[in-house]
């Protein structure tokens, strides 16, 4: 089977194993932290690197199903701002396979209509990496579908401490009264601004934490862990998630039909 036709069956799968789930009972926008690459390379006796050369497959798996589900976006978490502190070689690899998996699925996303965007910091990323992200984004910029996107160099306070940083220079500048800034005008200034909050947050891996991830965006998200590592997160496991998400009430600090 060549990688297109694994990409459209993972759409079908997707649609097949959800197909009893109303859209409107589907998330609109799922956030994953991809974690656990390392680990299970380690407990394969083989390098780290080869996990996450391993999990790109996931995640072309995970964007087809988001396709054919027809969610507005997916966000994944590819490099947090404190991955940095990670060895060299593994930055290095990790700035290798970005270029080239960006460059490789130019062909699919203009195919699958998918607009690809980018949050966090780019001016710590390699050249050629920064270079063809944005030539990316750009060959992207009218596509209509899912929007893709990519957190690279990204840290959640980090977010919301610029975002205040540019809110206070306004009104230090009498741009903005200070009494006019209520939680949606702040959400305008971040990052993730003009998308849905996300509605459900997958972590892989089996950590319990969100790990400086979309902290002003999750803020009512739904949650949901699974100790399968990255590179084994396949789309009978995304579905049971959103089939896991659709099973929830969903209160949002109200009670339900039942006073609870």
Same mark, same amino acid.
């Given at each position: 089977?060549?990688?297109?036709?694994?990409?459209?069956?993972?759409?079908?799968?997707?649609?097949?194993?959800?197909?009893?789930i +109303?859209? /409107?009972?589907?998330?609109?926008?799922?956030?994953?932290?991809?974690?656990?690459n390392?680990?299970?390379?380690?407990?394969?006796?083989?390098?780290?690197?080869?996990?996450?050369?391993?999990?790109?497959?996931?995640?072309?798996?995970?964007?087809?199903?988001?396709?054919?589900?027809?969610?507005?976006?997916?966000?994944?978490?590819?490099?947090?701002?404190?991955?940095?502190?990670?060895?060299?070689?593994?930055?290095? $690899?990790?700035? !290798?396979?970005l270029?080239?998996?960006?460059?490789?699925?130019?062909?699919?996303?203009?195919?699958?209509?998918?607009?690809?965007?980018?949050?966090?910091?780019r001016?710590?990323?390699?050249?050629?990496?920064?270079?063809?992200?944005?030539?990316?984004?750009?060959?992207?910029?009218?596509?209509?579908?899912?929007?893709?996107?990519?957190?690279?160099?990204?840290?959640g306070?980090?977010?919301?401490?610029?975002?205040? !940083?540019?809110?206070?220079?306004?009104?230090?500048?009498?741009?903005?009264? +200070?009494?006019?800034?209520? /939680?949606?005008? $702040?959400?305008?200034?971040?990052?993730?601004?003009?998308? +849905?909050?996300?509605?459900?947050?997958?972590?892989?891996?089996?950590?319990?934490?969100?790990?400086?991830?979309?902290?002003?965006?999750?803020?009512?998200? /739904?949650?949901?862990?699974?100790?399968?590592?990255? +590179?084994? $997160?396949?789309? /009978?496991?995304?579905?049971?998630?959103i089939?896991? $998400?659709?099973?929830?009430?969903?209160?949002?600090?109200?009670?339900?039909?039942?006073?609870?």
């Open positions: 089977m060549s990688s297109q036709d694994a990409l459209h069956s993972a759409g079908r799968r997707a649609r097949e194993l959800l197909a009893d +109303p859209t /409107e009972q589907r998330p609109s926008h799922v956030a994953i932290v991809m974690d656990g390392g680990r299970w390379a380690r407990n394969r006796g083989w390098q780290r690197v080869e996990g996450h050369r391993q999990g790109a497959g996931s995640v072309k798996r995970t964007a087809e199903a988001s396709v054919a589900l027809g969610m507005r976006a997916l966000t994944l978490y590819c490099l947090s701002s404190e991955n940095w502190k990670r060895p060299a070689g593994e930055l290095a $690899f990790l700035m !290798r396979m270029e080239q998996f960006i460059v490789d699925e130019r062909p699919t996303l203009a195919e699958q209509n998918i607009r690809v965007r980018a949050i966090g910091r001016d710590r990323l390699s050249g050629l990496a920064r270079e063809e992200l944005e030539r990316t984004i750009e060959l992207c910029q009218n596509h209509t579908g899912l929007e893709l996107v990519l957190a690279i160099d990204y840290g306070r980090s977010e919301i401490t610029e975002a205040a !940083r540019r809110l206070a220079a306004e009104c230090q500048a009498s741009v903005r009264d +200070p009494a006019s800034i209520d /939680e949606a005008v $702040f959400g305008q200034y971040l990052q993730t601004h003009g998308l +849905p909050d996300p509605d459900l947050l997958i972590r892989t891996g089996g950590d319990l934490r969100v790990s400086n991830f979309l902290l002003w965006q999750i803020s009512y998200a /739904e949650i949901w862990v699974t100790d399968v590592c990255w +590179p084994d $997160f396949d789309v /009978e496991l995304y579905c049971q998630a089939r896991d $998400f659709a099973a929830r009430d969903r209160r949002f600090g109200g009670l339900n039909d039942f006073g609870s």
